[in-house]
T-cell receptor, first 114, second 117 residues
């Protein structure tokens, strides 16, 4: 079983639609959670951190469910510019006292069409 | 926000040559940097964790003698691909986490596209 799993998609949605992605992780000791966005042939860019209380940034809402070990990303009112790959990132220590190592999901592809 | 640079952005080399890629944190210090490789249409694969002042930690299956990592200062890590072969052609990306922030947010360099002929 992979440590961080995402549905690769693609999710093909019209402009204005609401779309949600989930990501599951296997390490119950995971510490921090993030969503990154990656455009084709570019580096990933931080979209938002994910907190247990949930957080919202404009049209984007992220949720963390530690009990079920998943995080989600909701995008409302999709724009053409939202088309990208969305990467789920989970960090955990490799060993006690060690650095937090980020583990990436394979990404979920979103295509927003007119 | 935190800025990470990489140099070069693109390199084309002949098989058997060595290529050095630099990763710099421009406005923060990082005791730890990470090196990734991404093949087309695949996810980022962590290659190694670069630790300032000590040896890098390599992921399983990554040859430490082929991918030499040096983290000589709190703002610079280098990855040298030794005796590069066409199968090493990939997108290499580094990331760094600002130290003493209490957060694990990773800031990525723009990546280096390596093509080995």
């Amino acid at each position: 079983r992979k440590e961080v799993e995402q549905d690769p998609g693609p999710f093909n949605v019209p402009e204005g639609a609401t779309v949600a992605f989930n990501c599951t992780y296997s390490n119950s000791a995971s510490q921090s959670f993030f969503w990154y966005r990656q455009d084709c042939r570019k580096e990933p860019k931080l979209l938002m951190s994910v907190y247990s209380s949930g957080n919202e940034d404009g049209r984007f809402t992220a949720q963390l469910n530690r009990a079920s070990q998943y995080i989600s990303l909701l995008i409302r009112d999709s724009k053409l510019s939202d088309s990208a790959t969305y990467l789920c990132v989970v960090t955990a220590r490799a060993f006690s006292g060690g650095s937090y190592i980020p583990t990436f999901g394979r990404g979920t592809s979103l295509i927003v069409h007119p | 926000g935190a800025v990470v640079s990489q140099h070069p952005s693109r390199v084309i080399c002949k098989s058997g040559t060595s290529v050095k890629i630099e990763c710099r944190s421009l406005d923060f210090q990082a005791t730890t940097m990470f090196w990734y490789r991404q093949f087309p249409k695949q996810s980022l694969m962590l290659m190694a964790t670069s630790n300032e002042g000590s040896k890098a930690t390599y992921e399983q299956g990554v040859e430490k003698d082929k991918f030499l990592i040096n983290h000589a200062s709190l703002t610079l890590s280098t990855l040298t691909v030794t005796s590069a072969h066409p199968e090493d052609s990939s997108f290499y990306i580094c990331s760094a986490n600002p130290r003493d922030t209490g957060r694990d947010t990773q800031y990525f360099g723009p990546g280096t596209r390596l093509t080995v002929l």
